[in-house]
């Protein structure tokens, strides 16, 4: 059997923390911000912690993890 590619978008948005979990940058951060309250803007910066059914369908494209 050949070996199995990783999806190169993947690999540069996702990483995994120790726990196992799926960690990547949250989205709506990049223009049109003027028009988002400072609250959203708040907690959209730094990194979230992706969903149990999100982590499931991204390790798809990881098949050999970070």
Known sequence: MPK???KSGAKKRFKL???GKLKAGVAGKRHRLI???SKY???QRGTKVMSASDKKTIMTYLPYGL
């Open 35 to 37: 028009s988002h309250n």
């Open 4 to 6: 199995l590619k990783t």
């Open 41 to 43: 803007i708040r907690q």
């Open 17 to 19: 923390t120790a726990t």
